[in-house]
């Protein structure tokens, strides 16, 4: 009786392809990433389903979280092993490989991979002379402008210098076309420090000199100091002490802001005519520089696709990260993002549209400079947050808070 119970389900399993070789074959890998800016969610969910239809025997579960959160999440969940494959910004390798977070990927990185993405790509993911991931986004911040408006306002073409971005943004707010002519994202965030960043680049600054803090004179006074002085003068808009990067991108798609600094993202969503105001207006430049210092500024502000640690299936995770980062899908998804591969760029698929925005890539991602690389990021980035909240607020000189931020950057 009872082996014939047992034939009997087990020809039902068969029957209902519980025992079919898929069943047993599927794995299932956790993705953590992050809900703004660059890539949409729809487009990695995208991503994914084709990655899934070409892999049927590899499950990805995604999960997404706005940028603020992914460091915090990726940290707290490397005990549970909650995730496979994680996105992590250009500041977190050092930290990530001093505390075991990324495994090293280096023996996988194959002669093709490293000739065909662009050499500046690689800091995003390199620490230590190891490679941690595969760089994904490759990204800088970009001055946005509205050419309807500048044109109003009788100025021929953008400004080259951060002293003529202030001049022109005079000239506007004299002639009534705009209130504040300047939005940036200066909220007490990571994406005030990119900010803080561009300009640090233009006025020849340093983070860390002789493993200390340098940031609290030369360039780095000199960059806050030029902030404090557009958000006092009424020339940038007064909330962008609470911006993020896609607040700026609705006030610049508003037609609110003559003047934005942004990632490659927006340039493509502002030219939308089904979102935005001002598509067909959008004008694009690298971030400007400091006569006699500089001809361009720029942040790196990369991300790469990494392992954890704790993951249980690191092949299925690597290869969804090639899938992800591979020429192909990056092409077909370059007006979002721009490719990480250097023969993309003379793809006319990738270009069509978006000439203007190539032009300018061409000179800020080779100007990229980097958010100091310490172990102790996180610290150092916080008291630099908090110094910028306290000299916009008017709450601290900008030396006295930039010295407070040394004294408590952990360095």
């Known amino acids: 009786m009872l082996k014939s119970f047992s034939r009997t389900l087990l020809g039902a399993a068969f029957v209902s392809g519980a025992f079919m070789p898929h ?11 992050m809900a703004q800016a660059a890539y949409s969610e729809a487009d990695v969910r995208a991503m994914a389903e084709a990655f899934t239809k070409a892999n049927p025997d590899i499950k990805v579960n995604l999960e997404f979280v706005p940028y603020e959160g992914l460091h915090d999440k990726t940290v707290l969940a490397q005990g549970s092993g909650g995730y496979d494959v994680v996105l992590f910004d250009v500041i977190w390798p050092a930290e990530y490989a001093s505390n075991n977070v990324l495994v090293d990927v280096s023996s996988r990185i194959t002669d093709d991979m490293k000739k065909g993405v662009l ?18 986004i490759l990204d800088t911040k970009y001055l946005f402008y509205n050419k309807e408006i500048l044109e109003k306002a009788g100025i021929k ?11 022109q943004a005079k000239i506007i707010k004299d002639k009534g076309l705009l209130a504040t002519p300047i939005s940036w994202s200066w909220s007490q965030a990571e994406a005030a420090i990119c900010d803080y960043t561009t300009l640090v680049s233009a006025y020849g600054g340093d983070f860390i000199k002789d493993g200390k803090p340098a940031f609290q004179s030369g360039g780095g006074l000199d960059a806050l100091n030029y902030m404090v002085t557009s958000y006092s003068s009424g020339l940038t808009n007064p909330n962008s002490k609470e911006f993020l990067e896609e607040d ?13 600094l942004n990632w490659t993202y927006m340039y493509n969503m502002a030219n939308d005519p089904k979102d935005s105001k001002v598509a067909g207006k959008v004008g694009v430049v ?22 954890t640690t704790a993951s249980k299936h690191p092949e299925e995770a690597w290869k969804f990260i090639t899938f992800m980062t591979s020429q192909e899908t990056q092409n077909q998804y370059a007006k ?11 793809d006319p698929a990738v270009t069509k549209g978006q000439e203007e925005l190539i032009a300018a890539a061409k000179l800020g991602l080779a100007a990229m400079y980097p958010r100091p690389t310490t172990p102790k990021y996180q610290e150092l980035s916080t008291a630099l947050q908090q110094a910028i909240q306290e000299s916009l607020l008017g709450q601290a000189k900008p030396e006295d808070a930039l010295k407070g931020a040394a004294e408590n950057s952990g360095l």
């Open 23 to 33: 069943a047993f074959a599927e794995t299932s890998i956790n993705a953590l990433f």
């Open 119 to 136: 050499p500046g790509a690689w800091t995003t993911v390199n620490y230590d002379g190891k490679s941690y991931g595969m760089p994904w």
């Open 157 to 167: 073409s953008p400004p080259k210098t951060w002293d003529e971005l202030a001049e």
């Open 248 to 260: 700026v991108r609705k006030v610049f798609q508003n037609g609110e802001a003559a003047f934005a």
């Open 286 to 307: 690298p971030a400007p520089g400091v006569a006699g210092k500089s001809e361009v500024s720029a942040v790196n502000g990369s991300m790469g696709l990494g392992v």
């Open 336 to 346: 979002l993002s721009l490719p990480i591969w250097a023969s993309s760029y003379d």
